[in-house]
């Protein structure tokens, strides 16, 4: 079983910084090969927006936040990290952690992990 606990959402400003973190636990280290953040407002499709796949080297991001959000690991806790600079108000969204067993980096766009947190809000303010 996978547990993942996010944290580090909260309200800022346009042109802020924010970082997330996932805590993932699991009696099966091969269940969190590929860890990542998704984000989902009212009324849309949860959307794919960072993936690292630590063990094969592999970091992908949508395009809407390249350049702007980093996202990272340590693998002595078993954390996962998106800093996220130069917030715009369309970052808003709930921010979920995801991991599965696959590598789906690569498909950041469309693929959907098996294992998800809860959830932490962002907002950012114009």
Known sequence: QVQLAESGGGLVQTGDSLRLSCAASSKD???????????????KEREGVACIDSGDGIIEYVDSVKGRFTISSDNTDNTIYLQMNALKPEDTAAYYCAADRLSWCRHVSSYKPDYWGQGTQVTVSS
């Open 29 to 43: 280290p091969f269940s969190t090969k590929a860890i990542g953040w998704f984000r989902q407002t009212p009324g």
